[in-house]
């Protein structure tokens, strides 16, 4: 059935729901620049993304080419129940009364994809949340949900411009993570298991190693040594107070791991995003891609570049779930050798 089909007024109940808050940043200037393959999508049908973070949850919905209509913004709550119920309120506010046509998700891990089982692992109360059998059952539509740097990845593709056959999408925030597509798809591992880019051993540099420690129980992760918890843990200050003898260890470090991801994938460009990458900017950019060129030898170097998305790359990402064709997150569940 076309989107333009399922289009009708949501029920009573949910619209007796208080609305959601609205943010005010414009996002006018973000609109999906799509590859095939997709769905025709109708004038008339309204998509939603989620970013369903531990601190805040962002809702937008969209049009069918990508046009943001409306978004907004609360705060996590601790209980899973309100969470559910905050994320339904949202919804109902941002698809202003008509059922979504789709919906994606973008969520910590670790999570089983293809079920839209989730386990947020700093939402200690969502543990084994049906998250996709809720959500459709509530809304009536396709519901897709990812960890939320293979969501970044997918917006950086669809929604920042960046056509490159081989992105590589990095978050440097509380912790690190990435996401890695070919052709627009999500590379995936083992079993359909997530690459856990932070958790390699790096030759750094760090002039308190004592203090560095991984969650993981890991020694010399690089997540350890760039992360936003891993900066508190070896500096004793947020990253926003680092002086620049301690920047230039980070861009070291970064570079290393850079070396590193460069030499095993390949990746025509790399993109860096999150509040690490943000504050450090330009010449955290700049320290990390010279160190890098500097160690790798015997293949081109990719481009690094910082996320021209901000910090709505997750927020995105789930939008471009919602849009994407069935035939595309298909691929995804084969053997990715076979695609």
């Not at 940043?25 to 309204?46: C, F, G, K, Y």
């Amino acid at each position: 059935m076309a989107p333009s089909q399922k289009v009708e007024l949501v029920n009573e109940v949910c619209g007796k729901i208080p609305q959601a808050r609205q943010t005010s940043r414009p996002q006018e200037n973000l609109q999906l620049m799509i590859p095939p393959p997709i769905h025709p999508h109708s004038a008339t049908a309204v998509y939603v993304g989620l970013d369903v973070g531990g601190s805040k949850l962002l809702v937008a919905s969209a049009d069918g080419q990508g046009r943001i209509l409306k978004r907004v913004q609360e705060d996590t709550p601790r209980e899973l129940a309100a969470g559910l119920l905050a994320l339904n309120r949202m919804i109902h506010s941002v698809a202003g009364g008509l059922r979504p046509a789709g919906m994606g998700a973008a969520i910590g891990g670790p999570l089983d994809w293809q079920r839209g089982v989730v386990s947020p692992l700093h939402q200690p109360e969502w543990r084994d949340v049906e998250l996709k059998k809720l959500m459709e059952s509530r809304w009536n539509c396709p519901f897709s949900v990812d960890v939320d740097t293979n969501a970044a990845a997918l917006g950086e593709y669809y929604f920042g411009g960046e056509r490159a056959a081989r992105l590589l999408y990095l978050t440097l925030s509380t912790g690190m993570g990435g996401g890695f597509l070919v052709d627009g798809c999500i590379y995936r591992g083992k079993q359909g298991g997530h690459p856990e880019v932070g958790h390699q051993s790096v030759n750094f540099q760090c002039q308190y190693p004592d203090r560095i420690s991984c969650a993981c129980g890991a020694a010399d992760c690089l997540e350890a040594l760039v992360s936003g918890n891993g900066i508190r843990r070896i500096y004793g200050k947020p990253a926003e107070q680092l002086n620049p003898a301690a920047w230039l260890e980070v861009a070291y470090n970064l570079g290393q791991g850079l070396r590193n991801l460069a030499a095993v994938y390949l990746p025509d460009v790399i993109v860096l995003g999150g509040g690490v990458s943000i504050g450090g900017g330009q010449s955290l950019i700049d320290g990390a891609t010279a160190v890098m060129r500097q160690h790798l030898r015997i293949i081109p170097s990719p481009l690094v570049r910082l996320s021209r998305l901000g910090y709505d790359t997750a927020l995105m990402g789930a939008l471009a779930l919602a849009l994407r064709s069935p035939a595309a997150a298909m691929a995804e569940k084969k053997d990715f050798g076979t695609h």
